[in-house]
Structures are given as structure tokens and as C-alpha cells.
């Protein structure tokens, strides 16, 4: 007898339509994930109206709200630190200034430590008991100022990028140009990108239900009649039919899986360029640096002033003492 008996062929085809299900649940949850991510309704006609008009008031905020503060932060620092050179010139000249003391410095602690190990012992007591209670002082104040300048120049590099933005007239330009850029894309780009996007996810979902609904309806049917068929055995082309027909509804999920990741991944690229337009700034083809330092640029270029100023005075009196010990014990030594 030929054919295939219908045990056989129900249990052959019967674990596809769960199959079919589940991935169908698995792709609609990763679009639940992005509506739970964006706080988006269940609704997705409204997804790309909704993001679009979230986009351009987060972006308004920003333009309206970010060059005021870099050039407020520019102009109260010109009024405490007038000069003719730019502010980033003035601030590196305070800074080199005191790298170059700090460093002198270190020098002349050196050469005093070298002469006290070598020659404390053949010291006057009044010039040796002079030194022992002046050495661990002048040990922890040149330790001090190395730290203090070592602090300041680390965090004059660090800020580099943002006082160059914030604190020259080229940074200003280049700012400018960059939220112009940005505008044209919010405005211009975006909507169209997200929409079009936002549409064809949905196109896959509605598919994907659609499919889902004929798996039920194809599952029941082939169940219906296989079983009200007299004899235990179905033709092997109809067996093999429907076995074709769950193996392309895989095939169609797997291709929709597939896309979708990629939509995914484009819409996720979008989003992420949209936080960085309203919550960065940067100079054409420089990195973008976040808004909250550019705010703090105030703050940072008045502490590193105030620092390198300090790390200078406080250089001077301690090589003033370097420099009289060091001739106190050169005098001896020409005497040993």
C-alpha cells in the first residue's frame, strides 16, 4: 500500500505551528523592547510622528539654550582675564609657566638632596641642625607642588577640545557650522529616515500576523482532515504539501527576522545620532563632547588659572631656600 499513515505524517508536520508561533512572539517582543525603550505607544502609525516631534523640541532646547551659554561662559572670562592674545593662549602660557617652575624646581630639589645625603655630616651643627629641621618641611612642600602642577597639566589636556570650542572665535565658527548641519538633518533628514523605517517594521508585523493567522487556520484544517480521511494513510504529494507550505512560512519568518534586525539597527543608529545633536557639540570632524563640560567650561578655565598662578608662587620661595641650602653645603664641600 503506498502513502504516507497519517501518525506519521501529523507528527512529521505537527511541531511547525508552535515553531511558527513562537518566532513570530519573538520578533513582536523585540519591537515591544523598542516601544518600551523610547516610551512609544502600541500604536505604530503614531511611532514616527511621535519621535520626529520629540527630535526637534529636545533639539530647539539645545540651540536655544547652548550657544547662549558658551558665549555667556566666553565673555565673563575675557571681563576677569582681559589680554590680547585668546583666552586658550593666555591659559596655556599660565600653565607652561608653571610646568617650567614645578620642573625647575624639581631640578633644584634634586641637586639639594644629592649634596644633604653626601654631605650633611660635614655641616657646622648650627648649619646641620638648620637642615635636618628645614628637610622634611621643603621634602613635603616640592612633593606638594609637583603633584599641584602634575593635577594642572593633566586637566589642561583633558579640557583641551572643550576650551577650543568654547573659548577661541575659530571654536564659535566651527560650532555654528555644526548646529546648522544639525538643524538641516533634524529637520530634513530625519522624518524621512524614521518614517519610512518606522513603516516598513510595520509592514513586517502586519505580515508576520498574517501569517500567524494562516499557520492557525492551515494547522486546523490539515488536522480536520487528515483524521476524518478514510484509511491511515494520506497521498505522499499531499503530505508533502503541506510540508512545503511550514517549511516556507519558516523560510518567510526567518527572511522577516532577518530585515527586521537590519530596520532595527538603522532606526537604533538614528536615535543615537539624534541624542548626540541635542546633548553634544563638536568642531567639523572632531569628537563630540557633552554639553554638561561644555557648561563647565567656566568653572574649569578659572580653576586651572587660579592653580597654575598658585603652583608658580609657591615655586618661587621654596627655590629661594633650595638655593640657600645648596650654597651653605657647596661652601662645605669645597672645604672637604
Known amino acids: 500500500m503506498t502513502g504516507v499513515q497519517t501518525a506519521i505524517a501529523l507528527a512529521a508536520v505537527?511541531?511547525?505551528?508552535?515553531?511558527?508561533?513562537?518566532?513570530?512572539?519573538?520578533?513582536?517582543k523585540e519591537l515591544d523592547r523598542v516601544q518600551e525603550q523610547h516610551a512609544l505607544p502600541s500604536d505604530m502609525g503614531q511611532w514616527a510622528d511621535i519621535l520626529t516631534i520629540r527630535l526637534q523640541c529636545h533639539f530647539d532646547m539645545f540651540t536655544n539654550a547652548t550657544p547662549y551659554a558658551i558665549t555667556r561662559s566666553y565673555s565673563m572670562l575675557r571681563e576677569l582675564?582681559?589680554?590680547?592674545?585668546?583666552?586658550?593662549?593666555?591659559?596655556?602660557?599660565?600653565?607652561?609657566?608653571?610646568?617650567?617652575?614645578?620642573?625647575?624646581?624639581?631640578?633644584?630639589?634634586l641637586q639639594f638632596k644629592m649634596l644633604y645625603d653626601g654631605y650633611l655630616l660635614h655641616l657646622e651643627k648650627?648649619?646641620?641642625?638648620?637642615?635636618?629641621?628645614?628637610?622634611?618641611?621643603?621634602?613635603?612642600?616640592?612633593?606638594?607642588?609637583?603633584?599641584?602642577?602634575?593635577?594642572?597639566?593633566?586637566?589642561?589636556?583633558g579640557w583641551a577640545r572643550c576650551f577650543d570650542l568654547v573659548l577661541?572665535?575659530?571654536?564659535?565658527?566651527?560650532?555654528?557650522?555644526?548646529?546648522?548641519?544639525r538643524r538641516a538633518w533634524t529637520t530634513e533628514a530625519f522624518p524621512g529616515a524614521i518614517a519610512r523605517l518606522?513603516?516598513?517594521?510595520?509592514?513586517?508585523?502586519?505580515?508576520?500576523?498574517?501569517?500567524?493567522?494562516?499557520?492557525?487556520?492551515?494547522?486546523?484544517?490539515?488536522?480536520?482532515?487528515?483524521?476524518?480521511?478514510?484509511?491511515?494513510?494520506?497521498?505522499?504529494?499531499?503530505?508533502c504539501t503541506a510540508l512545503v507550505w511550514y517549511m516556507d512560512a519558516l523560510k518567510q519568518l526567518t527572511n522577516s527576522g532577518e530585515k527586521q534586525k537590519d530596520l532595527l539597527g538603522k532606526i537604533d543608529g538614528l536615535m543615537r545620532f539624534a541624542k548626540f545633536s541635542t546633548t553634544t557639540l563638536n568642531l567639523p570632524g572632531q569628537a563630540h563632547i557633552p554639553v554638561r563640560e561644555l557648561r563647565q567650561a567656566f568653572e574649569q578655565f578659572?580653576?586651572?588659572?587660579?592653580?597654575?598662578?598658585?603652583?608658580?608662587?609657591?615655586?618661587?620661595?621654596?627655590?629661594?631656600?633650595l638655593k640657600r641650602h645648596v650654597a651653605t653645603i657647596e661652601a662645605t664641600r669645597g672645604k672637604v
Open 14 to 28: 505537527q511541531g511547525f505551528p508552535p515553531a511558527i508561533q513562537d518566532l513570530v512572539t519573538s520578533l513582536d
Open 81 to 109: 582675564y582681559p589680554g590680547d592674545a585668546d583666552l586658550t593662549t593666555l591659559l596655556r602660557h599660565e600653565v607652561d609657566m608653571a610646568k617650567q617652575r614645578s620642573s625647575d624646581l624639581d631640578g633644584l630639589w
Open 126 to 157: 648650627a648649619d646641620r641642625e638648620v637642615m635636618l629641621k628645614a628637610y622634611p618641611e621643603l621634602e613635603r612642600l616640592c612633593e606638594d607642588v609637583t603633584t599641584r602642577a602634575a593635577a594642572l597639566v593633566s586637566s589642561n589636556k
Open 168 to 181: 577661541t572665535e575659530g571654536g564659535h565658527q566651527g560650532f555654528t557650522q555644526t548646529i546648522d548641519k
Open 198 to 239: 518606522v513603516e516598513e517594521l510595520h509592514l513586517l508585523r502586519r505580515e508576520r500576523a498574517r501569517l500567524s493567522q494562516e499557520t492557525s487556520a492551515k494547522w486546523d484544517s490539515t488536522l480536520t482532515q487528515w483524521f476524518v480521511r478514510s484509511g491511515d494513510r494520506l497521498p505522499v504529494a499531499e503530505f
Open 302 to 321: 578659572d580653576q586651572q588659572w587660579t592653580q597654575a598662578r598658585r603652583v608658580t608662587e609657591l615655586c618661587l620661595p621654596l627655590m629661594d631656600a
